[in-house]
């Protein structure tokens, strides 16, 4: 009885082991298979299901060690984080599929020599794509630029409302949007008006005629942006005495301003002012003057 026990179990492992086992490793090794010899290239189902588990296992870490450094970020500093992550999760899965391929008997040196060709090709065709690439991680790592900042690039003034990994945007004055290169921000000059604080100093100048009472010109450019919307009262404004110019004597009006972005209508609401008062206290805003001789010359009689 306990021999009859033993052979049935046994048959059941035989059963096991060559019909079930067997028929889903012949499963298992269904596919494509492309050349001879030791350059001979398997593309089975089990090779597939190594590469797609590998995927899900190194998307879930990532997703994990993504939530992991960003869990006490800001908004702002998360999504920064964020898209140099993508960038790096490139990288990452184009390594797994490569270990994978090599732990599982594939042999990758071919691919791995015209992979390398291909990156060379790539990367002299795409070089200013990995300079914008390079830009905006260190714009993101070294925040020498943030969402809010008001620049000038090219003459060009705007507020930057997004950043990412190869481009930035910004919208200016007239609600245009501008897309601008990362690689502007490390190869060029670009001006960030609120890189060290939100207030910016601004001037409108002005010129007067000779003879003018310069000290009541000083009194009315400063009483013109005291009432003024936008204009901060600390630091105070002040006026300087530029120039003696060819035509008029050249006065600025300096003051502060919480949003640059908005500054061309703060500075035409004080040039409005500015005219009504030299109106009222008759100083006079000059027109260039330039001082013509017109020289003739006699001509000599005919006999």
Known sequence: M??????????????????????????????????????????????????????????????????????????????????????????????????????????????????????????????????????????????????????????????????????????TRDDKIIIIPNHKFITDLIYNYTQNHKSTRELVRVGVAYGSDTVKVKELLLQSVQKQTGVLKSPKPFVLFEDFGDSALVFSIHFFISDSFVDPKIKSEIRFTIDALFRENNVTIPFPQRDVHLFTQATPQQE
């Not at 179990?9 to 059963?15: A, G, L, Q, R, S």
């Not at 270990?99 to 594939?106: D, I, K, N, P, Y």
């Not at 042999?107 to 002299?124: C, D, E, K």
């Open 2 to 171: 306990f021999q009859e026990k033993e052979k049935v179990t046994d048959k059941i492992e035989e059963v096991v082991k060559e019909d079930i086992w067997g028929a889903v490793k012949d499963f298992l090794d269904l596919g494509f298979h492309f050349g001879e010899g030791d350059k001979q290239i398997h593309i089975t189902i089990s090779l597939v299901l190594i590469v797609t588990i590998s995927f899900l296992i190194a998307s879930f870490l990532l997703k994990w060690i993504r939530v992991l450094f960003t869990r006490k970020m800001v908004e702002t500093d998360k999504l920064k984080f964020i898209s140099v992550f993508k960038f790096i999760k490139y990288i990452t899965y184009v390594i797994v599929v490569f270990a994978t391929l090599s732990l599982a008997g594939f042999n990758i040196t071919p691919f791995l020599a015209a992979s390398a060709a291909l990156l060379v090709g790539l990367g002299l065709a795409l070089q200013e794509l990995f300079q914008d690439v390079i830009g905006g991680i260190f714009i993101i790592i070294d925040k020498s630029l943030l969402v809010g900042d008001i620049i000038e690039v090219e003459g060009k003034v705007g507020r930057v409302i997004d950043i990412k990994l190869r481009t930035t945007r910004a919208i």
